[in-house]
């Protein structure tokens, strides 16, 4: 296995070439989550991993609750599978709480004003209704609860936390909550050992060949506790030493051949953040522009080329290109096509400029 290969099977693996599924659900099921804190981005990456589908496809599965988007890792928002938030949650939520601990304390948010605060946000979404986070504010004021600075996020990332809410459907614009035990009637849970187990298999599946370094990182758990999931997977994955680090990847892993692929990636993609290390597509002289891959990228033939932006007007939508090699004209049609999908998942005309 070669750097090279490394980056054919992820482009596989993480469905961006050989796409086999057709809904959001499927695929952030397959993914375990997929980082969210800007929900527009993570509809892109949806959208470049299932051809055809349409951000209106994505908002319609997202409104049911066939994909949830809550506080589930690292700390911050991502999407993930009904199937998957609780035993999830249980196995991460202890993490995110010890990253949050000295803003609770420094914000005088301490149990006592959590627990009322949750009862408050519990009543009000009780049988099924569901409300925006400026909703339910009002509510905790009206009762005297402090919600100034940032304290209502570390009250709703607790509550969330809990599981006791998770996303419920947008209303315009506007991002809602609902009960988690009505949004997910039947609460998937795991015992002992199986959800550290289950996480590292979706992880090394879907996102292999990768290190425990970057499973810890991607998850937000201790190295320990990669080390462990990677352990009790021992019949499911297989590894291959590459440069001096240990990769890991499914069992049934084959190296895919080579396939050209252009790809316009929304900002905090998969393909890059889910990485400690992303040396295998990312050249180091092009961290500063990127922002360790974290901005919107170009990605031709898993490498990352250039940056792109968009400006999304009424009807149309004008999309920026900007090519780290500005005499490489070998791509410029394929990039075309892809602003054009991109074009086509957001249901506006393009107006090219580059």
């Not at 959800?195 to 996102?207: D, V």
């Not at 396939?259 to 050249?283: C, I, Q, W």
Request: aromatic fraction near 10%.
């Amino acid at each position: 296995m070669t750097s090279r290969s490394i980056i054919e099977c992820r482009l596989v693996n993480q469905q961006l070439t050989n796409s086999r599924f057709t809904t959001a659900a499927q695929l952030v099921d397959w993914m375990g989550c997929i980082q969210s804190q800007d929900f527009a981005a993570s509809k892109w990456a949806i959208g470049n991993r299932i051809d055809n589908i349409t951000e209106a496809q994505i908002d319609k599965e997202f409104n049911e609750g066939k994909i949830l988007r809550t506080h589930i890792l690292r700390p911050t928002w991502h999407l993930v599978s009904p199937d998957d938030i609780g035993w999830m949650l249980k196995l991460t939520a202890p993490r995110i709480r010890a990253f949050s601990k000295s803003y609770l304390s420094k914000l005088n948010l301490d149990k006592k004003v959590l627990n009322r605060s949750k009862n408050i946000i519990a009543k009000a979404l009780r049988d099924g209704n569901q409300f925006s986070r400026q909703q339910l504010m009002v509510l905790l004021k009206k009762a005297k609860v402090n919600t100034d600075d940032i304290r209502s996020t570390f009250i709703m990332m607790e509550a969330e936390l809990d599981g006791l809410i998770c996303s419920g459907g947008r209303q315009g614009k506007q991002f809602t909550y609902a009960l988690l035990e009505e949004r997910v009637p039947k609460i998937k849970r795991l015992n002992d050992e199986a959800p550290i187990a289950e996480l590292a298999k979706k992880y090394f599946t879907s996102h292999g060949p990768a290190t425990k370094y970057d499973f810890a990182w991607w998850s937000g758990l201790t190295l320990a506790q990669a080390k462990e999931g990677i352990e009790l997977n021992k019949k499911q994955l297989a590894y291959q030493v590459v440069e001096g680090n240990t990769y890991w990847f499914s069992f049934e892993q084959s190296i895919p051949k080579p396939k050209k692929s252009v790809f316009l990636l929304p900002m905090f993609d998969e393909y890059t953040v889910a990485y400690k290390d992303r040396g295998h597509a990312l050249n180091s002289s092009h961290i500063k522009l990127t922002s360790f891959g974290l901005n919107r990228t170009i990605v031709i033939n898993g490498q990352i080329a250039g940056t792109w932006k968009r400006k999304e007007l009424k009807s149309n939508v004008i999309i920026e290109t900007q090519l780290f090699d500005k005499n490489d004209k070998r791509n410029l049609n394929s990039i075309k096509t892809a602003a054009k999908k991109y074009a086509q998942f957001i249901n506006k005309k393009i107006l090219e400029k580059s």
